[in-house]
């Protein structure tokens, strides 16, 4: 089935920013209550009560909104690349975006839902259900941050990064900094920011708290469609290590490759990562 794409997504923003925050909402209770099961998927990653409690708030919301609209989420991801292929718009979601922080209890971890439209993200939803704080944006429309019910216009960092400065490099929590910092070829001197989700360090970017962050390793597309649209609409840009565009629901696999996102995409970072896009 060939589904019509809507045409006026800013009809739907308020009520999806709503569902995003019930599920954050789920998520905090069962966080703070510290009960919650844990099981690993065929894949080796974890989920949790949380993820799915989530992701059926999210699913049940989003169906109500735009039964035409299908979803694909993390937590129900199997559908096939035969089916995927006609749709013209979907819902694109992480329920609970740093699992793996939710079980160690850093707090570091967020919902994301994103509309893709054309294999392109166009409205993204980042909620941060320990700080209550949302971040949002359609194309076209520029990136806002939602804190305390107050809506403010996010940027990316606008002061030029040269050799004199510290390169501000938003890194994992928990994962050895070398395996980012060896992709550089000419920065010595370095800010590392360390925190846990991917689309939490993405945000750095986006309102200028980090020149760029690098993500090595396994992601879906899920980890990046709903981030994506916030980062361009602040000023940056996400691209695979090589420096090309990321794509969206044109292979079989919904992994991504590695990735790196930057506040400022007229800085060479062809030049500073030399050491795999020479």
């Not at 809506?151 to 994992?172: C, F, G, M, Y």
């Not at 609409?233 to 044109?250: F, H, S, W």
Request: with cysteine.
């Amino acid at each position: 089935m060939v589904v019509k794409a809507v045409t006026h997504p800013q009809a739907l923003l308020e009520e999806v920013i709503t569902i995003a925050t019930q599920a954050g909402q789920a998520i905090k209770e069962i966080y703070l209550s510290g009960s919650f099961e844990k099981q690993v998927k065929q894949d080796e990653t974890p989920v949790t009560s949380a993820d799915l409690a989530a992701h059926q708030i999210i699913c049940d919301g989003l169906t109500k909104l735009t039964p035409n609209i299908p979803i694909l989420s993390e937590e129900a991801a199997n559908i096939p690349f035969s089916e995927r292929e006609q749709w013209q718009q979907y819902w694109l979601v992480d329920p609970l975006d740093g699992t793996g922080e939710f079980i160690a209890g850093s707090g570091d971890f967020s919902v994301l839902v994103a509309l893709v439209q054309n294999n392109k993200p166009i409205m993204g939803i980042v909620h941060v259900p320990m700080t209550e704080n949302s971040y949002y944006a359609i194309s076209g429309q520029g990136a806002f941050k939602r804190k305390d019910g107050k809506d403010s216009r996010i940027h990316t960092e606008q002061q030029e990064w040269h050799d004199n400065l510290p390169l501000k490099v938003a890194v994992s929590r928990r994962q050895d900094p070398q395996s980012v910092l060896k992709l550089f070829d000419d920065v010595h001197v370095y800010e590392l920011i360390r925190l846990g989700g991917a689309a939490l360090k993405s945000c750095l970017v986006a309102e200028g708290q980090a020149h760029c962050y690098v993500r090595v390793g396994p992601t879906g597309e899920w980890d990046t469609g709903a981030a994506q649209v916030i980062i361009e609409e602040a000023g940056g840009k996400v691209m695979d290590i090589n420096l090309q565009p990321l794509t969206y629901n044109e292979r079989e696999t919904l992994e991504n490759p590695d990735f790196i996102v930057v506040g400022q995409p007229q800085m060479n970072w062809k030049q500073l990562l030399g050491a795999v896009s020479g």
